[in-house]
C-alpha cells in the first residue's frame, strides 16, 4: 500500500510559477514509478508528466519546456515545478504511484492513468489571466 499527499497548489497569475509536491508513504517500491496528473472540470483526467524507475521523463506536449517533474528518493517525494503557467493549466492536479512489475508480457511502469493504483487527494492551481 502506498499513501500519497500532494500541496504546493494556489492561484497564480499567467506567467507564474508553482512548485507541487507529493509525499509517499507505505512500500517505497509502490512508488518506484510516480506521476502526475490533472483533471479540469467537466474533463477528463490527463498525464502531466511522469518518471520512471530508471528516472526517465515524460511529458504532455502541451507542458513540454514549462513544466520540470523531479523525484527525492531520500525524501520519498515527487515534485513538479511548473513555470509560464497558462489559464488553460487550472485544474485539480493528483500524484499518482504504481510498482514498476509485470503488465502483459513486459515488466514496466503504467503508460495510462487506469494503470495507476495510488493516488493522492489532489491539489487545486488557478492560473488567472
Known amino acids: 500500500q502506498v499513501q ?3 500541496s504546493g497548489g494556489g492561484s497564480v497569475q499567467a506567467g ?3 512548485r507541487l509536491s507529493c509525499v509517499a508513504s507505505g ?3 509502490g512508488s518506484d514509478c510516480m506521476g502526475w496528473f490533472r483533471q479540469a472540470p467537466g474533463k477528463e483526467r490527463e498525464e502531466v ?3 520512471e524507475s530508471d528516472r526517465t521523463t515524460k511529458y504532455a506536449d502541451s507542458v513540454k519546456g514549462r513544466f520540470t517533474i523531479s523525484k527525492d528518493n531520500a525524501k520519498n517525494t515527487l515534485y513538479l515545478q511548473m513555470d509560464s503557467l497558462k489559464p488553460e493549466d487550472t485544474a485539480m492536479y493528483y500524484c499518482a504511484a504504481d510498482y514498476w512489475r509485470f503488465r ?3 515488466a514496466r511502469c503504467p503508460t495510462t492513468k487506469d494503470e495507476y493504483n495510488y493516488w493522492g487527494q489532489g491539489t487545486q492551481v488557478t492560473v488567472s489571466s
Open 4 to 6: 500519497l499527499v500532494e
Open 16 to 18: 507564474g510559477s508553482l
Open 27 to 29: 512500500s517505497t517500491a
Open 49 to 51: 508528466a511522469r518518471i
Open 104 to 106: 502483459g508480457m513486459v
